[in-house]
């Protein structure tokens, strides 16, 4: 029997181009592919049409397959010599639960790789125009995780956060905004920094919306935003504005 093997890759962040070349071989090769939520379907077509596409996404609150039961199939498939591709948004690593597959693939001795993707932080904010760092604006960048307002896991420091790093990105952060600008303001936050909300990005459908810290809240319950939303805090926001007004003029001067 042919040796079967692991990759969890990284698809990148929506649109189907920014994949690299090594992941797209794997999937090329694939036996099996089990793919998440947030994976570009346009990316499976360039599987063999022998290969099995098996959907394990989770919608926020809701999950289709649990984690648990993809890891079992990931090593059942692998364990019977097929070559598995498990498929995820952005990185796998990055708020992916790639790190838990790769335990599970390690630990049952099963070869196994981990490819890269550009995560959506990444990605969005470059499609939006918003540099995450800019000389003389922000020298450093967090991601950081808007699901862990309710006590589940280890809290995130917003009181260091509002302070200690100039870009935020908050990935999952869409249905607790309210919360996260709350936890940032108490911790002294200016409500005057620039913030913006990227739905969808680099996709087709992408959607920014731009605001403060202070209003970035009303402004996405009134541009009614949703998943997948990533929020941008600092003042490199205002990079894009500017950009904006530039391509504007240009254009006018054209036109
Ligand atoms: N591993 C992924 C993140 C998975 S967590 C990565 O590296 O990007 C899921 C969250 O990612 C979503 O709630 C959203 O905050 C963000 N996200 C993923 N794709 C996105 C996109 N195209 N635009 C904006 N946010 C996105």
Known sequence: MKQGSISIVGAGPG????????????????????????VNDELLAYATSGCLRIYCGKAP????????????????YAAAGC?????????????????EEALA??????????IPGITSAIGAAASA?????HRGLAASFA???GSRCHGEGSPVRWDALAHGVDTLVIYMGVSGLGEICGQLLKYGKDPQ??????ENGTTVRERTVTGTLGTI??????????????????????????LLSLEQMIRSQIG
């Not at 070559?83 to 790190?99: E, I, Q, S, W, Y």
């Not at 125009?129 to 760092?133: A, E, R, S």
């Open 15 to 38: 649109d189907p181009e920014l994949i690299t070349v090594k992941a797209l071989r794997r999937i090329q090769c694939a036996d099996v592919i089990l793919y998440d939520r947030l």
């Open 61 to 76: 609150g809701q999950h289709s397959m649990p984690q648990e039961a993809t890891e079992q199939l990931m090593l059942q």
């Open 83 to 99: 070559h598995v591709v498990r498929l995820k948004g952005g990185d796998p690593f990055v708020f992916g639960r790639g790190g």
């Open 105 to 114: 693939a390690a630990a049952a001795g099963i070869p196994y790789e981990v």
């Open 129 to 133: 125009g918003i540099p995450l760092t």
């Open 143 to 145: 991601v950081v995780t």
């Open 193 to 198: 920094t620039p913030a913006a909300l990227i």
């Open 217 to 242: 809240d009303k402004l996405a319950a009134a541009m009614k935003i949703s998943n997948p939303a990533l929020i941008v805090i600092g003042e490199v926001v205002k990079v894009r504005e500017e």
